[in-house]
């Protein structure tokens, strides 16, 4: 039997998978950060190698090689990160071929099966990856938390602490977010941000994980938090938008993927997302995704090893994931973007 | 002879002056950063000492002490940045009194000659601060790179750059930022940027020194940069406009001093500076300079040490001075907002 692993590898956390050339999943493990761009090249190789062990032993499977192996990491963005990524992955001896990618090349892998589509993930940075049905790929966004990851948590809580500071000053509109961040991060006066920011360096993970204040002051009618929102979704329309173009795929019938955390159903920000594709891709779909990235990963891999698509196979893994994944619905429920409206 | 020390603490430079009662100011020297968010305690331990030392030997003078020591330092924005620095300045044993004040209530000082009015200091970072003719006193802005500076050297490189990104991605506008930023930082492919950023860990005070190709661009009527100018313009026009209200001043005779290397004049980002200030405060007057920053210091601590501001006493400094700075005009030349447009 010859078995294939695939990984998401994310920055705050990693999700490897074991399966067999026939669907079957052995294994699904969920374990730390292995983005270099974070935690460096030595710490990221110990994570993936950690994974790779870990999935191996609850697979109770004697695996000695695997016949692919497609990891899909975040921070995967130029030829430079590919080489030192392959430096690193190279060193790893059970893998008889390797598949670098970016995150969000298997995120849409995993969201439409291998099939051709754009996925937009919003989770603390934002990026979109497409592939049309010639086989082109292009993505959009992903510049990192500095110069872009526009839409992202990192980005909306950003917003969310520079109109805190606005409306400290006098200089911008009262916002109920100014008390809420108080609170959520414990700060007695709001000047204890520069400390907690600039000397205690706050992480831009750390720093995003504001954005569920933001969410919950906007359903309090707080209009600050709400203009943002609605601004951060129409930024990852632009980014979706920006692949369907560069693909020639704006005025086909298209399905678009939304994952990660920001997302959150009948919320400002997805409504505000689902109008920009209606007015520039109408005739685009927004799909629920059917499986999670890693999931994406081992289809890759499976297709690089040969393995034929067939209904039999998608719905053995489907159902070997079972009580594995949480994070998806098994069924690709699709739905015109203009129905969420 | 009883002696006082200025000093104006940057994130990229120190200006130190030594005067005596009288107004004759015996030395001016310029020396290293001494923002301790940037370069840690120690260190800013050692920049200070170091400029006093240098300060006092330029003097020619035997000093055993300075009557007052007034210091503007770059970060003072807290209680507790105040309680780390008075630490630092508590060691350096020639100050009899020490005044620890924001870098931008010296501004004030030099900017106006110890008189009320409102300072506008944008440099890599943006604040503005005011005195009133109650002696109270206001800022806004300053929130430092990560979450405010709007309208600084900084915000202005950062949305150069996610301009520029977008204009890769197709999801902006072109704009001449693309290829311009990329001379400037010699990049072969604008995806380096990715590197640099991260992981050679470019200094806020690098990023923003992208600051000048905005400028460029804009004078080459490149759309993008235009827009991001006046809106740095605008925005800090409305710090200005938030120490006026808070300090009942925008309906008065009101001076404001705009300072630092963003306010270049005849800029579309001078201008929707003044356009803003005119609206909201059409009385105020906008003032150049009489001193830098670090002679508001030596003026402070003047005005502590007990010694009367005559007009001799102004002249002298400025004589004393001559050759001496070259950064701002000696002759308070005052022109009311509204005939800059």
């Known amino acids: 039997m ?34 270099y761009h974070n935690i460096g090249k030595e710490k990221a190789k110990e994570a993936i190698e950690h994974a790779v062990q870990r999935a191996i032993e609850a697979s109770r499977t004697k695996i000695a090689e695997f016949e692919v192996a497609c990891l899909g990491l975040a921070g ?5 990160s590919y080489n030192v990524l392959y430096g690193i992955i190279s060193d790893i001896k059970v893998f008889r071929k390797v598949m670098l990618l970016n995150d969000a090349e298997i995120g849409l892998g995993g969201a439409t099966g291998c099939r ?51 409306a400290h000053d006098g200089r911008g509109e009262p916002t109920l977010l100014l008390p809420m961040i108080m609170e959520a991060l414990s700060l007695g006066q709001f000047e204890q941000i520069i400390e907690l920011l600039y000397h205690k360096e706050m992480s831009p993970e750390a720093l995003a994980s504001l954005a569920p204040v933001v969410f919950e002051a906007a359903q309090k009618r707080d209009k600050v938090s709400q203009e943002i ?30 994952i990660g955390g920001m997302f959150r159903p009948h919320t400002l920000l997805y409504k505000s997302f689902a109008r920009v594709l209606r007015k520039h891709a109408p005739d685009c779909r927004l799909i629920k995704p059917i499986f999670e990235p890693a ?39 699709s739905i015109p973007c203009n129905s969420i409206l």
């Open 2 to 35: 010859t078995f294939v692993f695939g990984m998401d590898g994310g920055a705050s956390k990693s999700v490897s998978i074991v399966a067999d050339t026939k669907g079957n999943v052995l294994s699904r493990v969920e374990s730390g950060p292995s983005n």
């Open 76 to 80: 995967m963005d130029s030829q430079t």
């Open 116 to 166: 051709h589509g754009i996925v937009v993930n919003a989770g603390t940075g934002a990026v979109a990856f497409g592939m049309n049905q010639r086989g082109e790929k292009g993505r959009s966004g992903g510049w990192g938390y500095l110069i872009g990851d526009e839409g992202s948590a990192y980005d909306v809580s950003r917003r969310a602490l520079m109109a805190a500071a606005k």
């Open 229 to 258: 929102l609605e601004c951060a979704g129409e930024e990852l329309g632009l980014v979706a938008i920006a692949v369907a173009r560069a693909l020639g795929m704006e005025s086909e019938e298209c399905e678009v993927a939304p």
């Open 295 to 333: 999931v994406g990963a081992v289809l890759l891999a499976l297709k690089e090893a040969g393995v034929e698509f067939t209904d039999l196979l998608m719905e053995r893994i489907g159902q070997s994931l079972k009580g594995r994944v949480t994070t998806c619905g098994l069924k690709n429920g």
